[in-house]
Structure formats: structure tokens, C-alpha cells
């Protein structure tokens, strides 16, 4: 049986920093993002907001769809949040956590 996977865009706020990421556990890295676990760009530039995911039944399948997008233009995954998101709204709160202060 296959393991599930996320592919991930996390923001510092409407229109700033982007990070894209892929998990086989997604909430845990949201958290991971938002407390600072891991040293490093995200935690740097304060990108700890979930603004878009896409979910699949297989890791290697969102591997594959992150790795591709990757190549992506900043518009390109900008104008995909905004089609899914448009007002940029931390996605983290509709599964519990806390609102970010901002």
C-alpha cells in the first residue's frame, strides 16, 4: 500500500516569500514550518503560512508534482493560490491551529 503525500506552498504573507514543499505529513510540517523546527530558509524569512496543497494517494506521485513545480515562475504559483485562496487565508486555522499573529 502506498503511502499518501502533500505537495505544499507555505507564504510569509499575501504575496510575499513562497516555499514549496512536499510531506507525507502534512500537518506535523505545518507545524514544523510555524514553530521554527528546522533552521534554515523557511524560518529565516518567517514563511509559516499554509496558502495551498494539493493531496495524493501516493508520496512518489507528489514528489513527482513537486519536483515540477520547482521550474515553476513565482506568477505560476501565485495565480494558483490566488484560484484557490484568494484572499491568502492561513489554511492551518481551518484544521486547528492557532491563528498566526500578524
Known amino acids: 500500500m502506498a503511502k499518501p503525500g ?3 506552498l507555505m507564504a510569509s504573507a ?6 514549496l514543499g512536499v510531506t507525507s505529513n ?3 510540517r505545518v507545524q514544523q514550518h510555524r514553530t521554527g523546527y528546522f ?3 523557511t524560518s529565516r524569512h518567517d514563511v509559516t503560512r499554509i496558502v ?7 508520496i512518489a506521485d507528489a514528489i513527482r508534482r513537486e519536483k515540477a513545480m520547482k521550474f ?4 505560476w504559483k501565485i495565480r494558483l493560490i490566488e484560484e484557490h ?6 489554511l492551518a486555522v481551518d484544521w486547528g491551529f492557532p491563528p498566526l499573529g500578524d
Do not use: I, Q
Open 6 to 8: 502533500w505537495v505544499y
Open 26 to 28: 502534512l500537518p506535523n
Open 72 to 75: 515553476w515562475k513565482r506568477d
Open 39 to 41: 533552521e534554515g530558509f
Open 52 to 58: 495551498w496543497n494539493e493531496h495524493y494517494s501516493d
Open 85 to 90: 485562496n484568494p484572499h491568502w487565508l492561513d
Open 14 to 19: 499575501p504575496r510575499g516569500t513562497l516555499y
